[in-house]
Every structure is written in C-alpha cells, then in structure tokens.
C-alpha cells in the first residue's frame, strides 16, 4: 500500500470512529468473535455483500451508506452484548440474527417492533444510537460541531446537544440522555 493509500485509510478509519464510536474493522470483528460468525454470515446479516463488508473493515469506504444496516449493526452490537451476559443463549441468538436479518430499519422511536428488544422497549443505548446515527447521517462530525460553535453563544443547551450526540462518543451521549431526563 502507498503513502496516498494509507493516509486515505487512516482518514476512513478516523471517520468511522468519529460516526460510529470505533473503526468498523475493530466492531465487525469484535461481533464476528462474540457472535462465533464469518465475514460471510454477518455480510449476510447486515444486508451488505461480502466485498462492501471488506472495504468498510479494510478503510477502504468509510461510511455505512444505508441506514438499516447501521441499526442492525446497532442491533447486533445489543445482542452481543446479551449473549455475553448470557441472558441469551447461542441458539437464541442465532433466532435474533435471523429476525435482526429481515428487519427494514424501522425507527425505535416510533415503537415499529422491529427494533426493539423483547420487552418491547427500546434501551437507552438503542435511542442514543438512534440518534447519533440520524445526525452523523445528516453532516459529518467536524460540520456538526461547527455547527455547535455557531450556536453556543444564543443556544448552549443546543450547542451541548450537538455535540454531545453529532461528534461525542456513545456512553457520553448516553449519560447525557440519563441526566435529561425526567
């Protein structure tokens, strides 16, 4: 790989970690080991094809373009953690990705039922996701937190909250939502 090469897959990878909290080759991987899949099978989970996997693990693409993949990314990241727990055993696992598969990306804010979890609840986790995930859709962390600075002099509260969800890491944006609320 040349000079150009991997300054190019050092940027993808910086982006990824501003957008989706880490390097997607270091999330997929981490889900293949916790979830005992193959490059093939989580592709196959993910409704991407093996090659799009490949390059968004390499930094050779940066941005998941589709929005159900992210959530079921999301999705899966939620059941990983279940089965390390072990409030979800393997073969139930195995279920969850099959159902997590046939998902469209429905919002869990709008309680559709595809992404919930089984009390039929959306985490904390799962919203925060939600909506960093709709932000760093919209614009890229740098623009957001321009965007931020502009407002912070008339509108602190939603300078943090641009921040905090655009550009801020998952467990800082959840904290933030468990402070705010009621």
């Known amino acids: 790989m040349d000079a150009v090469q991997q300054e190019a897959t050092a940027r993808a990878r910086e982006l990824q970690r501003s957008w989706y909290g880490e390097p997607l080759g270091a999330l997929f991987r981490r889900l293949i080991d916790d979830l005992g899949l ?9 409704g991407l094809s093996a090659p799009m996997l490949s390059q968004l693990m390499s930094g050779q693409r940066a941005k998941i373009g589709n929005p159900a993949v992210v959530q079921r990314v999301q999705a899966l ?53 939600e909506i960093q995930s709709l932000l760093r859709s919209v614009s890229a962390a740098g623009d957001i937190i321009d965007a931020a600075n502009s407002l912070a002099p008339s509108h602190p509260e ?3 909250f641009l921040r905090v969800y655009g550009a801020g890491r998952t467990a800082d944006a959840v904290a933030h939502y468990e402070a705010h609320q009621n």
């Open 38 to 46: 193959n490059q093939a099978r989580l592709a196959a989970v993910l």
């Open 77 to 129: 990241q939620d059941l990983a953690g279940q089965v390390a727990d072990g409030s979800v055993s393997a073969g139930e696992a195995t279920d969850r990705m099959d159902e997590i598969k046939k998902t469209q990306g429905g919002s869990v804010l709008s309680n559709s039922g595809q992404t919930t979890i089984s009390s039929g609840a959306p985490t904390v986790k799962r919203v925060v996701r």
């Open 158 to 160: 939603l300078a943090e």
